[in-house]
């Protein structure tokens, strides 16, 4: 037994004696102690802990900021039961919240907000499809215009559609009706709006109806089904838009024929379905034009244009900071919309897409994306601003799904987003503050044989800097997590909290009073809304001519009796 425990006793010990020799241990050169190798400014022992703004040492700074950020929230919670005859639908492709966070900052500090965040109701919408945990933009356009979710990729129509069948998405039952045609139907003007192709996924999703998102023209349609860009001329919706205006207009001349914008169309079917948009406003008797750059689009006379179609570049709009000049900026472009389309006393509905953000970030280009996102930041102010004085228009902002941008380490306060903000002792570099999940950029950021390439010395100030991706991935994806809805004016309390996406669609028809009895909004019907369909006031109030008309007729027959 004494030999049994003298064996043990030495094999522990040898055991103990080959773990610590492969065990992590803590390398001196990672203490605070100095060394000639760099270290993290916390390590120095002249450190100090840094210092915000002077304003806000004092207690008091945050005690009357307080109180006025309650009064202001005590100020929102007076309903608004009207009908919303106007709504505004603006989506932030792939606004995640990071990207909110990071673009506040691009735009000079960690307390500003952007337009639409002093909306009074926000929540949260998860973004997933029927078939996917994270979404695609054709998908989240379906639940947000039409209220139904459906599967990834496809435009406009049901969960029984797989992606890419031509036959299921002919199928009446399988085809989803968007908040458009409904407006349509109600005598309210429409209109799109977008800095991609107007035939892509998000507008797509408004006007066309398709078993894929790819078919924007007959070159990649199947036989027996109409492509996105023939629907926006000859559709059902399309055709009835008062304005379109957005990029990609190869997909509207043929193969081989200019398209003004420096490239030549795609379509094999030989068609300029421009001039055949021209031809069917003028047969309807309608004053209808078409614009191809920003210098047009300013000239266009509000009062003498019925309709208007405007493509600014072949492929998508370039980026802000591209510095195109012939194309009119996000801004413009819903300017001009909004003020043609309030010349409806009926109402309009208007979708805005600031469709760049996306694009911006699936190539890890934080700065591109952060600064996209400051454009639909000023569109929104200007429609915000045209309507103050209104109680019967809703402003809806979102995203359609997010990204996997992050915001990382313990940078100071006032740091530059684009910049280092913080440091590794492990690999003894500084690193980003911004980064992704995944994306090519990751070649650029990490070594063939390892770790990471030192940062110190990239200009990341730059618009074509790409933001290190830690996986390697063909395109930088979307992400899963939920996005911020935010709203102003007629029933937008009902978009607080967290909820399904495809509620968006289903909260915009029941506050602007619209589909069919038997539609969307079976048994939910407001009580302003019942008063507009009986010739009644909107907003509660009584109709004086309904009035005068009811008074008359009761003396009328008071005098027969």
């Given at each position: 037994m004494k030999l049994v425990l003298q064996i043990c006793s030495i094999c522990l010990v040898i055991t103990l004696a080959s773990s610590a020799s492969v065990s992590p241990h803590v390398d001196p050169e990672l203490t605070p102690a100095p060394t000639p190798y760099p270290t993290h400014p916390m390590d120095d022992p002249e450190w100090a802990p840094p210092v915000g703004p002077r304003q806000e040492l004092d207690k008091q700074y945050w005690i009357r900021t307080g109180q006025r950020l309650l009064d202001e929230q005590l100020s929102k919670n007076q309903l608004n039961l009207n009908v919303a005859k106007n709504v505004v639908i603006f989506i932030g492709d792939g606004m995640s919240i990071a990207t909110q966070t990071a673009t506040r900052m691009y735009m000079g500090g960690e307390e500003l907000t952007l337009s639409f965040e002093q909306f009074p109701y926000v929540g949260l919408a998860k973004t997933y499809c029927i078939n996917y945990q994270v979404s695609d933009s054709s998908c989240t356009a379906a639940a947000i215009l039409t209220g139904v979710k459906n599967n990834y990729g496809t435009i406009a129509v049901s969960g029984h559609v797989p992606l890419m069948n031509c036959e299921r998405s002919l199928v009446e039952e399988n085809r989803l009706t968007s908040i458009l045609r409904y407006?349509?139907?109600?005598?309210?003007?429409?209109?799109?709006?977008?800095?991609?192709?107007?035939?892509?996924?998000?507008?797509?999703?408004?006007?066309?109806?398709?078993?894929?998102?790819?078919?924007?023209?007959?070159?990649?349609?199947?036989?027996?089904?109409?492509?996105?860009?023939?629907?926006?001329?000859?559709?059902?919706?399309?055709?009835?838009?008062?304005?379109?205006?957005?990029?990609?207009?190869?997909?509207?001349?043929?193969?081989?024929?200019?398209?003004?914008?420096?490239?030549?169309?795609?379509?094999?079917?030989?068609?300029?379905?421009?001039?055949?948009?021209?031809?069917?406003?003028e047969a309807r008797g309608e004053s209808g034009i078409f614009v191809h750059d920003s210098l047009g689009l300013s000239q266009v006379e509000v009062s003498k244009v019925d309709r208007l179609f405007g493509l600014f570049s072949a492929n998508h709009m370039s980026y802000r900071l591209e510095n195109a000049v012939h194309e009119p900026t996000l801004k413009e472009m819903t300017a001009k919309a909004h003020e043609i389309l309030s010349k409806n006393d009926r109402g309009y509905v208007l979708i805005v897409e600031g469709g760049r953000i996306d694009h911006a970030h699936h190539d890890n280009l934080a700065r591109l994306a952060l600064d996209e996102t400051v454009e639909l930041h000023r569109a929104v102010q200007h429609v915000a601003t045209a309507t103050d004085d209104r109680d019967d228009t809703l402003i809806l902002v979102t995203a359609d799904h997010s990204h996997t941008l992050t915001m990382g380490g313990y940078p100071v306060r006032g740091n530059n987003i684009l910049a280092t903000g913080d440091f590794s002792r492990l690999d003894r570099m500084p690193f980003f503050t911004l980064s992704y999940a995944n994306g090519m950029s990751y070649f650029e950021h990490f070594s063939p044989t390892g770790g990471r390439r030192n940062p110190q010395w990239m200009d990341s100030q730059r618009p074509d800097f790409v933001f290190p991706g830690t996986v390697p991935y063909e395109d930088e994806t979307h992400g899963g997590d939920d996005v911020g809805v935010f709203a102003r004016g007629p029933h937008a309390h009902l978009f607080s909290g967290l909820y399904e996406q495809h509620l968006i669609g289903h909260v915009l028809l029941y506050a602007a009073c619209l589909g069919p009895p038997e539609g969307t909004n079976t048994g939910r019907v407001s009580e302003a809304c019942k008063r507009r369909l009986t010739g009644g006031s909107s907003g509660g109030r009584v109709n004086p001519v309904v009035v005068v008309v009811l008074v008359t007729i009761a003396v009328v027959l008071l005098g027969r009796q």
């Open positions: 407006a349509q139907l109600d005598g309210r003007s429409t209109g799109i709006v977008t800095t991609t192709r107007i035939t892509h996924a998000t507008p797509a999703v408004a006007y066309a109806v398709a078993g894929a998102r790819y078919w924007e023209d007959d070159g990649d349609t199947p036989e027996g089904c109409t492509d996105i860009a023939a629907q926006l001329v000859h559709g059902e919706i399309g055709q009835n838009l008062t304005v379109a205006l957005g990029g990609g207009s190869r997909h509207f001349y043929p193969a081989g024929a200019n398209t003004v914008h420096g490239s030549t169309g795609r379509r094999q079917d030989g068609r300029f379905l421009v001039d055949e948009w021209l031809r069917n406003v």
